[in-house]
Nanobody, 127 residues
């Protein structure tokens, strides 16, 4: 059983910062063998790609809407992936999900290609 547990969400004013964490666990889950991604879903909208990071942190990939404001990183010793969110905007309001992808060759923005998902954490940005 693989578990991904997000934390760090909350209410923030526009222009502020938040750091999300996603802790992975599972008896047979090798965190360092997976690329990791962050997605978000606002009410009434589809789940959108935010960022992804390769298994060793050497490659990252961002949605245009967050490029330059958000940073994805990981600590394989702690089985944790992070999303540092700066210069937050009201349109960043959504439930944020982390996900694990066993495909190691290419970082993907497509949610269907991810194998495991967390339960999500709410981020609300007020204007």
């Amino acid at each position: 059983q693989v578990q991904l547990v997000e934390s760090g969400g909350g209410l923030m004013q526009s222009g502020g910062s938040l750091r999300l964490s996603c802790a992975a666990s599972g008896r047979t889950f090798s965190f360092s063998s997976y690329a990791m991604g962050w997605f978000r879903q606002a009410p009434g909208k589809e789940r959108d790609f935010v960022a992804a990071i390769s298994w060793n942190g050497g490659s990252t990939y961002y949605a245009d809407s967050v490029k330059g404001r958000f940073t994805i990183s990981r600590d394989n010793a702690k089985n944790t992936v992070y999303l540092q969110m700066n210069s937050l905007k009201p349109e960043d309001t959504a439930v944020y999900y982390c996900a694990a992808d066993s495909t190691v060759l290419v970082l993907t923005p497509h949610p269907d290609e991810y194998d495991y998902w967390g339960q999500g954490t709410q981020v609300t940005v007020s204007s």
